[in-house]
Each structure stands twice: as C-alpha cells, then as structure tokens.
C-alpha cells in the first residue's frame, strides 16, 4: 500500500499473514501481538458463525469521593500479560471550574494537576487486582482509567466474548490502513472450535 502525497515509503507486495481458526470453542485466544508499525490490517471471518475481536483491553473504572479517586475496578483482567500494564488517569475535569463538566470523563478532557495513581497486579498473566497509590485530588468527574500494556510485552490482550468485543459477522471483515491503524495486540473469540478466519497485515 503506498499513501498518495507521503514521500520515502517503502513499497511492500506482500501482506504478513497470521491467518487461522478457533482452537478451542468459547475460549479466546490472542491473534496478534503487539507490533511496532501497522499501514493495513483486515481481519475476515470465513466461518458461518460470529466472531468477536479486542483490541488492547478495556479501561478500569475509578470511583470518586469528593473529588478523589477511592477505588478502581478492572472489568477486563485480559490474559498473556508478561509485565503489569500501566494505568493512566486521563480527563476527569477540575472541580474549581465547573464549567467543564461535560465531556469530563473522556480521555482527552483536562485533568487535575495532580491526577491519581495506581499499579496493576498479576497473577498467572492477568490482572489480579488494582493497588491505589494515590487518589489525585480536585476531580469534577471520575476520569478515564486507560490501561497500557507495557513496550516490553507484546502479547497481554483483553478478553473478547460472546458479548464483548467487536463483531464480525459470518462472510464478514473488518478492515483499517493508514494512520487509523491499531499496533495494540489482537485478540479473537468464536463459539465453535474450528471457525475459521483470514488476518493479515502490512507494516
């Protein structure tokens, strides 16, 4: 794929290929790991049944009292962690300008000067539990708890089910390029052991 306008790009004919099927029915698996780069991704589902892909893993909760942080809830623990991931307290507003309340619990809302802290633990390579280090202080709203795997691990993933994820249907794809393309790992869900599926990828 080359990016009309782009100079210096390196043109490559061939995709890389991770294409495969469910190897155990109801059980996710990861389909890619992490990776540095990614211009073009397409993932299709060649079996008859749905299929439910995760990108990365989903973001912790926090819970606030009187503008601090007081607990985080991890509703993924995602699976093929080999280091803990980190959390990033992002958007959360401030509580001396209220005028900022809508949108507060986006991501890229302002935060308070001094935003929370915490630490994943593992065990077995999921997230076990969430250590609060610091509670921040001054939010308007409780912020978004982004989860960020480490650079040293390319394969801790969350967990697609039968009701999470994103879905495809039976004959369908899902299909990314250019700057829009996640390098996050990939994991895959099917119900029935066997489904079968294309993926591959462009650097």
Known sequence: MRLIGAKGQ??????????????AGGTAQLLLPQRKACSHLVIA????????????????VATLTSGVVT???????????????????????NINDPTMSTGATMPDWPSVNSPAQARAVLTAGAISSVLLDNGGSGYLAAPYVFIQADRRDPTGV????????????AGGAY??????????????WGATTGQAFTCKWMP
């Open 71 to 93: 607990s985080v809830t991890v509703p993924d623990a995602g699976f093929g962690f080999l280091y803990p991931p980190t959390l990033l307290f992002l958007g959360g507003g």
């Open 10 to 23: 390196q043109l490559v004919d061939d995709y890389y290929d991770n294409s495969g099927t469910i190897t």
């Open 175 to 188: 299909y990314v390029n250019g700057t829009a393309c996640p390098t996050s790992a990939i994991a895959i």
């Open 45 to 60: 589902n060649n079996s008859t049944g749905v299929l439910m892909v995760q990108f990365g893993i989903r973001p912790a």
């Open 158 to 169: 969350g967990i697609p089910s039968a009701t999470v994820g994103i879905p495809i249907a």
